[in-house]
């Protein structure tokens, strides 16, 4: 065992101060990694502020971060996929049972005995596992992916999260050219929707709460962008798109969007407020519309969407920050002034 450096939080309403964690020597399939960045997702503050609770109550002390990029430092006897050297990344998933019909099929995000990258129970160790905000990690290698090394560290870090739940949901919808689709919130998720739809080749749609993003939208790939509390733009778009993707991180109203749909188009919510929504039943019989949910994605998966953020050049717009800038991040994410990320230099935790 060994000790890495890292910063938690000790309550709901605490600040993140500095500590150090406990990391397992690597078994025979572990992949240890140096964490040179780690992304800032909407989640880490839902879990550090305990605002999941009705779902699963957050364990504290608790040490956020699923964006993880790095580079490999020592590998177990039986790892083959990695050398020390080699870069590396994880995402939100570090453990699965390999055997139940979801782990089968490469769908280790609906496996249920996943262990998530933080606040899970920790099966070497005791406890719960911890998150990226820290100096390094050790994993499975079946849940280590491999990052294209043409693309930028800092900005290609949260494509393990907002990039793979965005992308995922897309591909099963089937996303594609000729299909208009809606992206609902220009956030770290939302910004990394407008690419995968623009890269997959369908009309894009931007809807914002934020006329201050208007101009970003464009230039991120939107062919439109609507003002979504403008009920006159919003009314122009009745009953036109074949999916909508809705990636906002609070209450808001859903059913504005869902009557924007064509008969059986499809609203997924990866966004997970913390209170539940509402939703008016008329808006979906009437044109045979769905609404579901979709969580991260398999590591299967995350590979692909890795390779074809290789293939077409594709990362997040960050900021990089300091770690210790993480309280001040956070308070920006909920005043929604970020653009679009928040990436965490990691060499900043060993100044
Ligand atoms: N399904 C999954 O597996 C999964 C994975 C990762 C994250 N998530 C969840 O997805 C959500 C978004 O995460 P994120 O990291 O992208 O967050 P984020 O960067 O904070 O973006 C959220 C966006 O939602 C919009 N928004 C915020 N408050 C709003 C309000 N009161 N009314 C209307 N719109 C509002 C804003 O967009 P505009 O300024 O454009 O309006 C904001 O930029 C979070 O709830 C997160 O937990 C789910
Ligand atoms: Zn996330
Ligand atoms: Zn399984």
Known sequence: MSRAKAYSVSSATSQ?????IARR???ENDVEIEILFCGVCHSDLHMARNEWSSFFATVYPCVPGHEIVGRVTKVGSAVSKFKAGDLAAVGCLVDSDGTCPSCQAGLEQFCPNQVLTYGFPDKHLGGVTYGGYSESVVVDQR??????SSLNLAAAAPLLCAGITTYSPMRHWGVTKGKKVGIVGLGGLGHMGVKFAHA???HTVVF??????VED???LGADEVVLSRDANQMQKHAWSFDFILDAVSADHDINAFIQLLSRDGNMTLVGAPEKPLSLVSFGLLVGRRSVS??????IRETQEMLDFCGEHNITSDVEVIAIQQIDEAYERLLRQDVKYRFSIDMASLKG
């Open 16 to 20: 993140f101060a500095a500590t150090t």
């Open 25 to 27: 020597d690597p078994t």
């Open 143 to 148: 849940f280590v992916v491999r990052v294209p």
């Open 293 to 298: 949910g979709s969580p991260i994605g398999g």
């Open 217 to 219: 939208a464009l230039r």
């Open 208 to 213: 914002t709460t934020s006329p201050s993003k």
């Open 200 to 202: 997959l080749g369908a």
